[in-house]
């Protein structure tokens, strides 16, 4: 039972555009959501989180949306740049634990 | 800098066989993790360790063991390999007092069984 879906297994840009990023999960007990970038032959690197209590939260060229009644997050990249090609996890955690549930992650391409 | 070291990087194995994966961090962080990575799948938590003498299972920790030697060293055993253990396997640390939840990842250990 995936508790955290990332149901866009791919997904390719154009650089200078706007790359989104969708996860949806069914705990609605969770209480904090990451983003994770990885880069072929490294681990996952921390990218930006979110409280359930807020709805947004920005860094830079990155944007986590959160929508508790539709179980949706996203990541919002403007603009893109090809350093920006990895994998992308959306994490949850639980009773603000350390415990990660992760999805199955995006490939992002951004082409020139 | 401060890091999470995984050895070995590969490891080719056979079915039966015993076989270790170390995680060395040198953050000082007291929590640590193992995890596997199949493709489809993302990343499945095995065990977690919130201090030394704390030792607990996650969602997949069924066929692999762990020892917390230090607090710097949490190391993962398969006491006897299968083909379905061919994964990615990823240690990272956290430490409470910092960003909420967020865990710092070793750069992984390709595992193949034969």
């Known amino acids: 039972d995936q508790q955290v879906k990332q149901n866009s297994p791919s997904l390719s840009v154009q650089e200078g555009r706007i790359s989104i990023l969708n996860c949806d999960y069914t705990n609605s007990m969770f209480d904090y959501f990451l983003w994770y970038k990885k880069y072929p032959a490294e681990g996952p690197t921390f990218l930006i989180s979110i409280s359930s209590i807020k709805d947004k939260n920005e860094d830079g060229r990155f944007t986590v949306f959160l929508n508790k009644s539709a179980k949706h997050l996203s990541l919002h990249i403007v603009p893109s740049q090809p350093g920006d090609s990895a994998v992308y996890f959306c994490?949850?955690?639980?009773?603000?634990?350390?415990?990660?549930?992760f999805g199955t992650g995006t490939r992002l391409q951004v082409f020139p | 800098d401060a890091d999470v070291t995984q050895t070995p990087r590969n490891r080719i194995t056979k079915t039966g066989k015993r076989i270790m994966l170390e995680c060395s961090q040198t953050?000082?962080?007291?929590?640590m993790y193992w995890y596997r990575q199949d493709p489809g799948l993302g990343l499945r938590l095995i065990y977690y360790?919130?201090?030394?003498?704390?030792?607990n299972k996650g969602e997949i920790s069924d066929g692999y063991s762990v020892s917390r030697q230090a607090q710097a060293k949490f190391s993962l055993s398969l006491e006897s390999a299968i083909p379905n253990q061919t994964a990615l396997y990823f240690c990272?640390?956290?430490?409470?007092?910092?960003?909420?939840?967020?865990?710092?990842f070793g750069p992984g250990t390709r595992l193949t069984v034969l």
């Open positions: 994490a949850a955690s639980l009773d603000n634990t350390d415990k990660l549930i």
């Open positions: 990272a640390t956290s430490d409470p007092g910092g960003a909420p939840n967020e865990q710092f």
């Open positions: 953050k000082g962080h007291d929590r």
């Open positions: 360790s919130f201090d030394v003498k704390d030792i």
